[in-house]
Structure formats: structure tokens, C-alpha cells
């Protein structure tokens, strides 16, 4: 079974600074799919950024990108110039490309403070 | 606008008595299913649904029963609820490997 780790229970970061978000997960599938979910404290679950197993280039949208470091199995989050909105859980979630369930496998999540 | 709806958004119930959490999309989506998020575990499915009349276990389904008798419906139902069945609940479609949408989740309180 596929588990996605996330070590970092909590991060903070100052208005402006760049923040990495660490990921690993584990599966012996060879295509999949990453992703990185926002969560407010509104509770909606808000895509951030998916990434491609099979695509080496690593996902950018906007201030966010990931580093994806397949051998590794790794896949963290860089969010730069940080903003006041940027607070908020963070989920890192693997899906397999095998179909089925469409199952989404999460991390336990990391709680971002952004400070003025 | 596409959609997952899900109600109600909060639910406070006694132990024991039976409820319903609907659960509906708009978007004509194959795959629908239901997680659990709780403090600490991020979030875990419950059950899944591939297409009318078909559904599986995910992996915390023991209290839960779902339905799928029309493509846009999937309630989650507990018959007898518990007090660790507190949880914040997401309902969630898909066509296959597509995006994932999710629903603005109810938070159930068991007493």
C-alpha cells in the first residue's frame, strides 16, 4: 500500500520569504500522480499544484513549485514570496495512474503560519 | 458552475441515532467517494463508487454504509453513530484520472 509522509507537523515563514514544504512518500508503482492541497480555515480543499510521475520537468503555478526527486521519492512544495493568504494546512497526496478507486493517499499535513 | 455539494455542513447527534450525509455533483462524474479528515491523519476514504450501483471499502469504512442508485447521488449513511465517528467529512468526485473536486465538508459531532 502507498504512504505519503509528511514530517513537518508545523512550519512558519515571514511575509515575503520562500518556505519549502518536505514530502516523501512510498509505492512500488512506476506511474502516478503527486499533489499538493491547500486547506483554509474555511475547510475547502483547494488543489495547489499536481505533478506527473512520468514527467520530469517539476510543477510550477504562479509562487508555487515542487521539487520532485522521483528515485528519491520525494516531492516538496516551495511557495515563494509568501503572503498573509498563504496560511493555511497543507496536504501532500499521492494518486495511482492505475485507475480504480481514484483514490487519493494523504499526508497528516503541515500547518503554515505566515507572519507580518 | 461545477460542483460538489454536500449537507449539512454541521451536524450535531446523539449516539445511536441513524443519519445521512448527502453528498451530489453536477459535473457527470464516474468516480465518486467520501474521506474522513481527523486531526493528526490527514484524510482517509471511506468508501468509493466507480459508477452507478458500484461501490467498494476504502480504508476506514467499518460504521459506514453508501449508496449509488443515480450518478450524482452518493450519501453516506451511519445506521448507528459513535462518538469516534466525530470527524470532518469531504465528498468527492472524478472522472477517471482526472481532477479531483471536493465538497465544502461536514463536520459531525457524535455525544
Known amino acids: 500500500a502507498q504512504t505519503v509522509t509528511q514530517s513537518q507537523p508545523e512550519m512558519s515563514v515571514q511575509e515575503a520569504e520562500t518556505v519549502t514544504l518536505s514530502c516523501t512518500y512510498d509505492?512500488?508503482?512506476?506511474?502516478?500522480?503527486l499533489f499538493w492541497y491547500k486547506q483554509p480555515p474555511s475547510r475547502q480543499m483547494i488543489l495547489v499544484i499536481r505533478?506527473?510521475?512520468?514527467?520530469?520537468q517539476n510543477a510550477t503555478e504562479n509562487r508555487f513549485s515542487v521539487n520532485f526527486q522521483k528515485a528519491a521519492k520525494s516531492f516538496s512544495l516551495k511557495i515563494s514570496d509568501s503572503q498573509l493568504g498563504d496560511a493555511a494546512m497543507y496536504f501532500c497526496?499521492?494518486?495511482?495512474?492505475?485507475?480504480?478507486?481514484?483514490?487519493?493517499?494523504f499526508g497528516k499535513g503541515t500547518k503554515l503560519t505566515v507572519n507580518p | 458552475e461545477a460542483q460538489v455539494t454536500q449537507n449539512p455542513r454541521y451536524l450535531i447527534t446523539v449516539t445511536g441515532k441513524k443519519l445521512t450525509v448527502t453528498c451530489s455533483q453536477n459535473?457527470?462524474?464516474?468516480?465518486m467517494s467520501w474521506y474522513r479528515q481527523d486531526p493528526g491523519l490527514g484524510l482517509r476514504q471511506i468508501y468509493y463508487?466507480?459508477?452507478?450501483?458500484?461501490?467498494d471499502k476504502g480504508d476506514v469504512p467499518e460504521g459506514y454504509k453508501v449508496s449509488r442508485k443515480e450518478k450524482r447521488n452518493f450519501p453516506l449513511i451511519l445506521e448507528s453513530p459513535s462518538p469516534n465517528q466525530t470527524s470532518l467529512y469531504f465528498c468527492?468526485?472524478?472522472?477517471?484520472?482526472?481532477?479531483?473536486?471536493f465538497g465544502q465538508g461536514t463536520r459531525l459531532t457524535v455525544v
Open positions: 468527492a468526485s472524478s472522472l477517471s484520472q482526472g481532477r479531483t473536486f
Open positions: 509505492t512500488s508503482e512506476s506511474d502516478y500522480y
Open positions: 505533478q506527473e510521475a512520468y514527467k520530469q
Open positions: 497526496a499521492y494518486r495511482s495512474a492505475q485507475g480504480g478507486s481514484e483514490k487519493l493517499v
Open positions: 459535473m457527470n462524474h464516474e468516480y
Open positions: 463508487s466507480m459508477n452507478v450501483e458500484v461501490t
